[in-house]
């Protein structure tokens, strides 16, 4: 199952990146205008105005918010590291290392998000007490929930779906050298999952897939499980309860029993 674009918009890295193309092309033509003016611009000030054009052009496009400073930083961040003269060895690196982070990112839309130690101790109220179940993360990052639920709730099985492969092979060496037999996490995505065996379905994703997320959870899980989601609500579909988690994104986890 793909995640879809409910808009037919592209991409937001995509989109992103055509904007930065434009932002330099419009500020060339600027330098060229203020050069012939005799007043040509300094290289970090031929920066700031292919940022500030970007961040602007974001937002006439109704970008969300938060790309609009990594727009405005992002030739001046690039001007400033290409000063240091570091080996191209760095940048490679650096490029694998994202890769493997985010690594399924511009897909699916849904970057790596870390639930805090509170949403974990709040998602423990909410477990079956007393009896075996099954839960599975999808999207399960660096596996934390997995291996603090399993703590806490020895009587359950936990499963992790995780398509990045850095945060994959921590997960799997978290579980297997922590010794958290009922644990398992899984390299794959979270479409390729068959909800049904769940007793309890939690995510923290992002609102891209929410809608398309609940469709599935809708169609697989069994009357009477739990599905959760940290932070996203799925438009038009109203909780069935949720709590408030004081920590420091403010998240909130919505509940609805199938």
Partial sequence: MRVPKPDGRL??????????????????FAQYV?????????????????????????????????????????????????????????????FLIMLAVYWSTFRTQVPLYLSSNKVWQALETRLPAGQPFAFVDLGSGIGGVLTHLAQTHPLGRYHGVES??????????????????????????????DLSQYDVVFAYLSPVP??????????????GTLFISNTFAVPEHPPQESIAVEDLHNSTLYLWRM
């Fill in 11 to 28: 991409p937001p890295p995509v989109l992103a990146l055509l904007l930065q193309i434009t932002a330099v092309a419009v500020a060339a």
């Fill in 34 to 94: 203020a050069a012939r003016a005799g007043h040509a611009l300094s290289l970090l000030s031929f920066a700031f105005l292919c940022g500030a054009i970007a961040a602007l052009l974001s937002h006439l496009l109704k970008m969300d918010t938060w790309w609009l400073p990594i727009q405005f930083v992002f030739v001046p961040a690039l001007v400033a590291t290409l000063s240091l003269s570091l080996s191209p060895t760095v940048f490679l690196v650096a």
């Fill in 164 to 193: 990045a492969p850095l945060p994959f092979l921590w997960s799997w060496l978290r579980i297997k050298f922590g010794r958290h037999a009922q644990c398992t996490v899984r390299w794959g995505s979270l479409w390729d999952c």
């Fill in 210 to 223: 929410m809608e398309a997320l609940w469709n599935k959870a809708r169609q697989e899980m069994r009357p």
